[in-house]
């Protein structure tokens, strides 16, 4: 099977960072992509960063310019840095690892102070 393990959430103050990693492992086959969504208490799960095999990005209008994805496609690995956080940042981040099925994370606090 497949599994994905986060890391790197937590408490921040506004305008501070985080660095998010996950990382997939078992049967892999192939990942077409590899990204990060996140829900906030009371609101839908929207995608906030997605990055392609071939390295092509995408990002919501609101965390353009702050968060940053990259990944280590030998260790399967996809990070999402951010910057310049705010308390609308606040969220559940969950892992999405797409191959022909969609695999999700655990998902991870972020909890941003102002």
């Known amino acids: 099977q497949v599994q994905l393990v986060e890391s790197g959430g937590g408490l921040v103050q506004a305008g501070g960072s985080l660095r998010l990693s996950c990382a997939a492992s078992?049967?892999?086959?192939?990942?077409?992509?590899m990204g990060w969504y996140r829900q906030a208490p009371g609101k839908l799960r929207e995608l906030v960063a997605r990055?392609?095999?071939?390295?092509?990005?995408n990002y919501a209008d609101s965390v353009k310019g702050r968060f940053t994805i990259s990944r280590d496609n030998a260790k399967n690995t996809v990070y999402l840095q951010m910057n310049n956080l705010k308390p609308e940042d606040t969220a559940v981040y969950y892992c999405?690892?797409?191959?022909?099925?969609?695999?999700w994370g655990q998902g991870t606090q972020v909890t941003v102070s102002s």
């Open positions: 999405n690892v797409e191959e022909s099925i969609h695999y």
């Open positions: 078992g049967s892999i086959f192939s990942i077409n992509a």
């Open positions: 990055i392609t095999r071939g390295g092509s990005t």
